[in-house]
C-alpha cells in the first residue's frame, strides 16, 4: 500500500492499494473511534461495492447505514444535496460520526458538500472508485453541486479526514469512465510533468503508482494554496472550456471528456497568443486520442464564450485561462472577456 500525506492545516493521508475496501471500516474505527457512519452512493456502485464495504464497517464493529441516490451528474443538484441531509437528520447522524463517500467524483462532491453542511461540518471519507476521483476529486476539499445557471456553483472547501483508494474497482468502469480519469491524469502531465504525459500516452502499466504521483502533484498545489486563490488554480487547466462544454451539452460529455476539449482548446488559445508552439495541441492532441477520448466538439464559440460568463473562474470582466507553454509548464492567464 502506498500512503501520500496531504499536508494542509488538518493533514490527511491518501491509502492507494488493492483490495482496501475490505480494511475500510477498520481503518475508519482506528482514526475516529467507535462512532456511527453514513455512507453515500450511486445505486450503480451500491450494487457493485456496498455490500463489502458494509461488511468492513461491521467487522470493525462501527454500526453503519446508507443513502443510496440515482448514478450520474443530474444528481449534483440541491435536491439530492437535501435529501442527503434530510436522511442524515432521520438517522440520527451525530457531530461525531462520520459521513462516507463511496463512489466517483458525484458522490464525492455530493457527500463532501453534506458532509460540511451536517451540523456545520462532520468528518467525511472518501472512498474513490473512479480514476478520476482517485486523481483529482477525492483530494483537496472541493465539495459542490450545480445549479441550473452552471457546474459546480453552490459549494464549499471541506477537506476529507482521510481518503482510501482501492485501485482494484477501477476493474469495473466502463472504458469511457476509465478515460475520463486519464483526461485528468495526462493533465497533470502537461502541467507538472513530462514523463508522466507521456506515460499516459504510451498507456499506464502501474496504475497504483500513476494515481500515487497524481495524489502527491496534486497535493503539492493544495498544500500551497488551499482555498484556490493563486497557484491551486492551475489544477484547471481545460476546465474554463470544459465547465462551459458541460452545461451547455446537457452534461451529455462527462466531466472527464470535456476537460480533454478544453485542454486542446487552451492548448490552442495559448498557440494563438504565442505562449506556445502550435505543435503542442497536436502532441496533445495524440496523447488524448490513444486514449479514446474526444478532442472536439460541435458546439460554436460564441456558445462556449456565453456559458463561461457564470463560471466560478470570472473575475469581474476577466477570465482566468489556464495556458500551456510546454509540456510540464502551464501559466495562468486573466483575459478580458471582449478579448476572448
Ligand atoms: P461519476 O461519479 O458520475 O462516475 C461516473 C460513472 O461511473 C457513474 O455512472 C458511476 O456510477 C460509475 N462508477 C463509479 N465507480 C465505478 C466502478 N468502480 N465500477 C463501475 N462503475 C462505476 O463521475 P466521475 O467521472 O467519477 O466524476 C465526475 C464528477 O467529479 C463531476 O461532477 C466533476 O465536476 C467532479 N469533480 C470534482 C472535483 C473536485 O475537486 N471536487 C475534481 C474533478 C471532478
Ligand atoms: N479539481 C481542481 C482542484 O481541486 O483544484
Same mark, same amino acid.
Given at each position: 500500500?502506498?500512503t501520500?500525506?496531504?499536508?494542509v492545516?488538518?493533514?490527511?493521508?491518501?491509502?492507494i492499494?488493492r483490495?482496501?475496501?475490505d480494511?475500510?471500516?477498520?481503518?475508519?474505527?482506528?482514526?475516529?473511534?467507535?462512532?456511527?457512519?453514513?455512507?453515500?452512493?450511486? *445505486?450503480t456502485?451500491?450494487?457493485?461495492?456496498?455490500?463489502?464495504?458494509?461488511?468492513s $464497517?461491521?467487522?470493525?464493529?462501527?454500526?453503519? $447505514?446508507?443513502?443510496?441516490?440515482?448514478?450520474g451528474?443530474?444528481?449534483?443538484?440541491?435536491?439530492?444535496?437535501?435529501?442527503?441531509? @434530510? /436522511?442524515a437528520?432521520?438517522?440520527?447522524?451525530?457531530?461525531?460520526?462520520?459521513?462516507v463517500a463511496?463512489?466517483?467524483?458525484?458522490?464525492g462532491?455530493?457527500a463532501?458538500?453534506a458532509s460540511?453542511?451536517?451540523?456545520?461540518?462532520?468528518k467525511?471519507?472518501?472512498?474513490p472508485?473512479?480514476?478520476?476521483?482517485?486523481?483529482? /476529486?477525492?483530494?483537496?476539499?472541493?465539495?459542490?453541486? *450545480?445549479?441550473?445557471?452552471?457546474? !459546480?456553483?453552490a459549494?464549499? $472547501?471541506?477537506?476529507?479526514?482521510l481518503?482510501i483508494?482501492?485501485?482494484?474497482?477501477?476493474?469495473?468502469?466502463?472504458?469511457?469512465?476509465?478515460?475520463?480519469?486519464?483526461? @485528468?491524469?495526462i493533465?497533470?502531465?502537461?502541467?507538472?510533468?513530462?514523463?508522466?504525459?507521456?506515460?499516459?500516452? !504510451?498507456?499506464?502499466?502501474?496504475?497504483?503508482?500513476?494515481?500515487?504521483?497524481?495524489?502527491?502533484?496534486?497535493?503539492?498545489?493544495?498544500?500551497? *494554496?488551499?482555498?484556490?486563490?493563486?497557484?491551486?488554480?492551475?489544477?484547471?487547466?481545460?476546465?474554463t472550456f470544459?465547465?462551459?462544454?458541460?452545461?451547455?451539452s446537457?452534461y451529455?460529455?462527462?466531466?472527464?471528456?470535456?476537460?480533454?476539449?478544453?485542454?486542446v482548446?487552451a492548448?490552442?488559445?495559448?498557440?494563438?497568443m504565442? &505562449?506556445?508552439?502550435?505543435?503542442?495541441?497536436?502532441?496533445i492532441?495524440?496523447?488524448?486520442?490513444?486514449?479514446?477520448?474526444?478532442?472536439s466538439?460541435?458546439?460554436?464559440?460564441?456558445? &462556449?464564450?456565453?456559458?463561461?460568463?457564470n463560471?466560478?473562474?470570472r473575475?469581474?470582466?476577466?477570465?482566468? $485561462?489556464?495556458?500551456?507553454e510546454?509540456i510540464?509548464?502551464?501559466?495562468?492567464?486573466?483575459?478580458?472577456?471582449?478579448?476572448?
Amino acid at each position: 500500500m502506498k500512503t501520500v500525506h496531504i499536508d494542509v492545516s488538518n493533514g490527511y493521508d491518501v491509502l492507494i492499494g488493492r483490495g482496501l475496501l475490505d480494511s475500510a471500516g477498520e481503518k475508519c474505527v482506528s482514526l475516529f473511534g467507535k462512532c456511527r457512519a453514513m455512507i453515500v452512493a450511486d *445505486d450503480t456502485v451500491a450494487n457493485l461495492y456496498l455490500e463489502r464495504v458494509l461488511k468492513s $464497517f461491521e467487522n470493525a464493529g462501527m454500526p453503519a $447505514f446508507v443513502f443510496v441516490f440515482p448514478a450520474g451528474e443530474a444528481s449534483k443538484n440541491k435536491d439530492t444535496l437535501f435529501e442527503i441531509l @434530510e /436522511s442524515a437528520a432521520e438517522n440520527g447522524l451525530c457531530r461525531n460520526d462520520i459521513m462516507v463517500a463511496l463512489g466517483g467524483g458525484v458522490a464525492g462532491d455530493l457527500a463532501g458538500l453534506a458532509s460540511a453542511l451536517w451540523q456545520r461540518g462532520i468528518k467525511l471519507v472518501q472512498l474513490p472508485t473512479t480514476l478520476l476521483a482517485a486523481v483529482d /476529486s477525492s483530494v483537496g476539499g472541493k465539495t459542490a453541486v *450545480d445549479l441550473e445557471n452552471g457546474k !459546480n456553483l453552490a459549494g464549499v $472547501f471541506h477537506q476529507p479526514s482521510l481518503v482510501i483508494c482501492d485501485v482494484e474497482t477501477f476493474k469495473t468502469l466502463p472504458a469511457e469512465v476509465f478515460a475520463c480519469g486519464m483526461a @485528468e491524469v495526462i493533465k497533470y502531465g502537461v502541467l507538472f510533468d513530462k514523463e508522466l504525459f507521456e506515460e499516459a500516452g !504510451n498507456g499506464i502499466s502501474d496504475i497504483e503508482s500513476t494515481v500515487e504521483k497524481c495524489v502527491m502533484l496534486k497535493g503539492r498545489c493544495v498544500a500551497e *494554496d488551499e482555498f484556490d486563490f493563486g497557484s491551486r488554480r492551475l489544477l484547471n487547466l481545460g476546465h474554463t472550456f470544459a465547465h462551459s462544454i458541460e452545461k451547455i451539452s446537457e452534461y451529455k460529455f462527462a466531466h472527464g471528456e470535456a476537460v480533454a476539449i478544453g485542454m486542446v482548446m487552451a492548448a490552442e488559445l495559448s498557440a494563438k497568443m504565442n &505562449i506556445c508552439d502550435p505543435s503542442l495541441a497536436d502532441e496533445i492532441r495524440e496523447a488524448l486520442i490513444k486514449n479514446d477520448l474526444p478532442v472536439s466538439c460541435s458546439f460554436s464559440f460564441e456558445e &462556449i464564450k456565453s456559458g463561461m460568463v457564470n463560471d466560478k473562474k470570472r473575475n469581474g470582466d476577466k477570465i482566468a $485561462f489556464i495556458l500551456p507553454e510546454r509540456i510540464g509548464k502551464c501559466v495562468i492567464e486573466n483575459i478580458k472577456s471582449s478579448e476572448i
